[in-house]
């Protein structure tokens, strides 16, 4: 939600800001998308950056609204989906959030909801409750932090003298448990257990919990056989709003 951070990252997005759906290695994010089509005829993308995810979206919806709250990504998302007539991209506002309130069948969000502050994250958890109907769909991509902790034993038993990408005890003002730094950046992680919790108290139901796989190569790790056989993982819900 930090407007001038993201401003900052666009030009450097496709290089440096992790696209969950293109490296999702068995398509799981995808499956996902499809599912919530055939119930759906429209769905918003809140937070959608740059519009990594427009392109999917509008080959299986038929209307697709993104909303997000970097002007730069917004500007950049519309140049992406140039003649898609079915994408609508606009900043988000309070105004904006007010009247798409209940609008839409679908919500998708992904790696949005990562804000180490929890006040900040509850109230982006019930603004994207809020533009999805009673009834419809939720697909959610969030960080895993037992894969963080897992990925961090893989380097430490087979790569010790490469740097950590985490960092496990931030000093952040206000960081909750789950926050943990990514290169730098605190970034919220959850555990399976807490998800059910989480999505419950802001009116979602979880119908599926699964591992977005991804190749040890976004570690930048090449771990043996024996321990390379789990992949690190995001967090894929799939949820009903209740």
Aim: glycine letters at 10%; aromatic letters at 8%.
């Amino acid at each position: 939600m930090n407007r001038d951070y993201w401003d900052s990252q666009v030009d450097r997005w496709d290089a440096e800001i992790f696209n969950s759906l293109s490296e999702d290695v068995h398509g799981l994010i995808r499956g996902a998308i499809g599912r919530a089509a055939r119930r759906h005829g429209d769905v918003i993308d809140f937070g959608c950056g740059v519009g990594g995810y427009l392109a999917s979206l509008a080959r299986s919806f038929d209307k697709v609204h993104a909303i997000d709250w970097s002007a730069e990504c917004v500007e950049r998302a519309a140049a992406r989906t140039t003649g898609r007539p079915n994408v609508t991209v606009e900043r988000n506002t309070p105004r904006v959030l007010s009247r798409l309130k209940g609008k839409f069948g679908c919500v998708l969000a992904a790696n949005v909801v990562i804000h180490p502050d929890g006040r900040i994250r509850r109230a982006l958890w019930r603004a994207i409750r809020s533009v999805v109907e009673r009834g419809g769909d939720g697909i959610f991509v969030v960080p895993s932090l037992e894969s963080a902790a897992y990925c961090e034993f893989v380097r430490r038993e087979t790569a010790p003298r490469q740097g950590t990408s985490y960092d496990f005890h931030l000093r952040t003002p206000r960081a909750e448990a789950g926050a943990v730094g990514i290169e730098g950046v605190p970034t919220k992680h959850y555990t399976a257990e807490e998800l059910n919790g989480t999505l419950d108290a802001i009116g979602f139901r979880i119908l599926r919990l699964s591992r977005v796989n991804y190749a040890w190569s976004t570690e930048r790790l090449s771990p043996h056989r024996r321990m390379g056989a789990t992949l690190p993982w995001d967090w894929l819900i799939e949820a009903r709003a209740t």
